[in-house]
Every structure is written in structure tokens, then in C-alpha cells.
């Protein structure tokens, strides 16, 4: 067994060496991926993040499992790579998660320097697949804004630096919200920048210019979920005086001269996902070469009814290979850079359960999730700080479902009880190529860098 990456240090401090059983059965352990490269067997640790090319003993041995205790086993026994066949990984995975988190915590600053914040509510389009339909449209009184910058000038730190999430609703109808949030931050000496999850659609020369000067806009994330047709009649702009969907195309590419950078979303379902290859191919004339540009799809979710009124959007297994199929036409455009990094033990979460990031909405309610803003959602309020304590602690706990306990990813996949989302699985395909793909990488890398060396 040659290593190719070496197992993550605090991870083995944490996972003992197991004793070697002479009379036991063994199998692969559930967390491990495999690929293979030319004749080279390549497994990859999930849980330790140890990357291993096997000799060819290894390899038909490996081929043979389960199978009773053998010699050859012994390196693979002790990197966790095959277990006795009654191992539970599942609940040593949850263990090590658990651990890692309560002493990450326990080093951690009470600092708040991560705040989402929905200046508004209400939107200017009408996409049918909204999670906020049914949300009061509401937007922020100036009372609320001067709370929030007090809350955040309350919880910062002394590095006195935030990151602010501009989220809706459609945060640009709010502009005037936003100008005062950052103006009476920087009259608190707080240094911030910031990220918008936009339509894009209100992004005019003085809107982007006020943008970059004041809001400090790093990043936004635009919606197009088709070609003009379709992009303008799911959007359903209201009041719209041109074409939107020519609109907002401009927009980008001013944000970019801007030196914004801003990652485009095709949402689809079968609604839409005929358009892809148009969109790809527009937005590859317009953007490619733009190191500020990315594109990437994403499964429209929930049930809501689309402009057929159809509310089946599509099949958990439909949109696995939607993605898988989709993002490697845009990795082929280069219009996404490939990730190449390795799944490790993942025992943070989203930011809904980072104690270090906040959501803000426009009547100053404070919550976990940017997608649940509701009374009943709330952890605290700007004005009384927070007051919620036991919600917090709920969503620390992670998801458990019966089809996790045996996929490779679940150690990366690490999913929250209370998320919305947490029963959807619909990148288990894409991230499954994308990771066997970066284990060849990584061994292509380390025989070349053998090769030289030797
Ligand atoms: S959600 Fe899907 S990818 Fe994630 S652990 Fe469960 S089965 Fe695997
Ligand atoms: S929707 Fe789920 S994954 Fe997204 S922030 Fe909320 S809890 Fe996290």
C-alpha cells in the first residue's frame, strides 16, 4: 500500500489503531471511495482522509472481501480501510463528528462576524418555484436598520470585521436599506464586505457603482433558469419596461467591468431543462474568458406548481443525472472551475449551525437559515439579542436517514435535522465522479512528482 495522501493528523489521534483478529471476517469499510487508474487501485478514507494506491496482492485481495483475516489485509486494517464485518463505521463516524465539534466550539470566539441579512422580503419577479411564497413581504424600518448595525457592532469582535450576505426577497429593491445598513457601519469603524443573492434585474451603472464604493459587493449569485423566452416568462418580472432577460445578461457584464464576480444559477426541472444547452452556449459566447464569471445548474426543489401547473418538478434520480450530465458540460466550456480537493470528515455543517453567523430579517427577527425567517424560526431579535438557546442547540444535531448509513459520502455529507433540504439528494452522482476524479489527479500528481524525484 503506497500513500499517496497522507491520513488527516487529529483524525488518527482521534481513531485508534485497531487490534488485527485472526479468525474474524473482514469487508471494506462503508466511507471508502475506489477508483482505478490504468492497473492502480486507488482508495480514498472519507472519514481519515487517507489516499492509497494498493500493490497488486492488495488489490486482488481487496477483490475477494469479505473474506476471513489474511496477512495481506493488515495495512488496510490498521488505515481503517477494511473493518471486521460487524464494525459499526456509522456510529464511530458520528462520534468523531461530535468530538471534533465540542472542541472547535470550545476554542472558538462568541464573535458574530457572518451576517445574513434580508433588507426586504418582496421580489420583483414571480418565479413559481419561490420558497418565500406565503412570506409576509415586508421590508426594513429605519428603527430595525440602526438595531442591526448596533447588534453587529454588539457582536463583532474586537477584529471588528463581518461579512455580509445580502439575501431577500430581492435585496436591490431595498438598496436604500442597504446604503444606511453599511453607512452606519463604517460610522462604527466595522470593516465589512459583501455577497448578494440577486436577480440581477435593478444592477444599473449607479446602482453597481454604489455597489462597489459603498456596499463593499464582492460576489452575486443571478438566477437564469433559460433563454429569453423562458427566463422572462418564469421570472414574470412585474412592471418589467424592457426585456429582462437582455436586461439582466447587460448587468453582468457590467458587474464584471466592475470587478465583481458573479456566479450565474440555471435552476431547472423538466419544466426547463431542454434550454440548458442554449443558455450554456450564450452565456459561453458573452462570458467566456471573464476569470470573474461562473455558471452552474441547480434542481428547481419543493412542490410548487409550474406555469403548466405541473407541480412534478422531477425524480431525485432524474436530477442526479441532470447534474452529473450538466456540470461536466460546463466544466468542458470552463465555465466552472473543477474542484479537485479530496471528501474529508465534514463536522461543521452549513451556516446554520455555525455559532459564528447569524440571518437577519426585515423585522430584525434573528435565525439560523437564510430559507427559515418565521416567527417560529427565530433564535433572538436585534433589539433583545439572543434569547433562544435551545433552538440553537437543535440545529447542531445532524440528519440521520437510513440511506446515508451505508453511502461513502455520508462522513462529508453532512446534513442538519432542521434543514429544509436535508431529505434531498440529488448531487450524490456528481460528487461521486468529481471525488474519483480528483483521486486520480492527486495519484497522477504523486508518480510524477516520484518520477522527478527519483
Ligand atoms: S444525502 Fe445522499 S450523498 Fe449525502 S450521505 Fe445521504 S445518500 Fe449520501
Ligand atoms: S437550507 Fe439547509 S443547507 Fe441551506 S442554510 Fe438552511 S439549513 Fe443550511
Redesign the pocket.
Known amino acids: 500500500m503506497i500513500t499517496v495522501v497522507e491520513p488527516q493528523q487529529h483524525i488518527a489521534k482521534l481513531w485508534s489503531e485497531p487490534a488485527l483478529k485472526e479468525g474474524t471476517l473482514y469487508r471494506l469499510m462503508h466511507y471508502v471511495l475506489r477508483v482505478e487508474d490504468g492497473c492502480t487501485v486507488l482508495l480514498h478514507n472519507v472519514v481519515t482522509g487517507h489516499l492509497v494506491a494498493l500493490e497488486q496482492q492488495e488489490a486482488e485481495m481487496l477483490g475477494r472481501l469479505p473474506a476471513m483475516y489474511c496477512p495481506a489485509m493488515e495495512p488496510l486494517i490498521q488505515s481503517h480501510f477494511v473493518v471486521p464485518a460487524d464494525y459499526d463505521e456509522h456510529a464511530q463516524t458520528i462520534k468523531l463528528q461530535t468530538v471534533l465539534r465540542m472542541l472547535t466550539k470550545a476554542q472558538q470566539k462568541p464573535d458574530i462576524t457572518h451576517y445574513t441579512i434580508l433588507p426586504t422580503t418582496a421580489c420583483n419577479a414571480r418565479c413559481y418555484y419561490c420558497f418565500q411564497q406565503g412570506l409576509k413581504r415586508t421590508t426594513m424600518s429605519d428603527e430595525i436598520i440602526h438595531q442591526v448595525a448596533d447588534f453587529i457592532n454588539a457582536h463583532c469582535g474586537n477584529d471588528r470585521k463581518v461579512r455580509i450576505s445580502w439575501f431577500g426577497g430581492e435585496p436591490t429593491i431595498a438598496a436604500r436599506q442597504i446604503s444606511t445598513i453599511c453607512e452606519e457601519l463604517q460610522k462604527k469603524n466595522i470593516m465589512y464586505r459583501s455577497s448578494m443573492t440577486t436577480n440581477g434585474y435593478l444592477f444599473d451603472q449607479k446602482m453597481t457603482e454604489t455597489a462597489v464604493d459603498l456596499w463593499k459587493l464582492k460576489y452575486v449569485m443571478i438566477s437564469v433558469d433559460g433563454t429569453e423566452k423562458n427566463y422572462n416568462s418564469i421570472k414574470r418580472f412585474q412592471n418589467a419596461k424592457d426585456n429582462p432577460y437582455q436586461r439582466v445578461m447587460g448587468n453582468v457584464e457590467r458587474l464584471l467591468e466592475h470587478g465583481i464576480r458573479v456566479s450565474m444559477r440555471m435552476n431547472f426541472d423538466l419544466n426547463n431543462y431542454l434550454d440548458f444547452f442554449d443558455l450554456l452556449d450564450d452565456v459561453s459566447e458573452r462570458f467566456h474568458g471573464s476569470p470573474l464569471f461562473f455558471f452552474h445548474v441547480h434542481q428547481v426543489n419543493g412542490e410548487h406548481e409550474d406555469s403548466f401547473g405541473k407541480k412534478e418538478h422531477g425524480k431525485n434520480e432524474w436530477f442526479q443525472d441532470k447534474l452529473l450530465e450538466y456540470q461536466e458540460l460546463v466544466h468542458e466550456k470552463g465555465l466552472y472551475p473543477l474542484n479537485e480537493e479530496l471528501p474529508e470528515l465534514n463536522f461543521k455543517g452549513c451556516q446554520a449551525s455555525n455559532d459564528h453567523s447569524v440571518t437577519i430579517n426585515p423585522q430584525g427577527g434573528i435565525s439560523r437559515c437564510p430559507e427559515l425567517v418565521s416567527d417560529e424560526d427565530l433564535i433572538g431579535t436585534v433589539r433583545e439579542g439572543i434569547t433562544n438557546p435551545a433552538l440553537i442547540s437543535a440545529w447542531s444535531k445532524p440528519s440521520d436517514?437510513d440511506?446515508?448509513v451505508e453511502?461513502?459520502?455520508?462522513p462529508n455529507?453532512m446534513?442538519l435535522h432542521l434543514c429544509p433540504a436535508s431529505h434531498?439528494?440529488v448531487?450524490?452522482k456528481e460528487?461521486l465522479t468529481r471525488f474519483q476524479n480528483a483521486m486520480k489527479k492527486h495519484y497522477r500528481s504523486f508518480s510524477r512528482s516520484i518520477q522527478k524525484g527519483g
Open positions: 436517514f440511506k446515508c453511502c461513502p459520502l455520508f455529507c446534513k434531498r439528494c448531487a450524490k460528487s
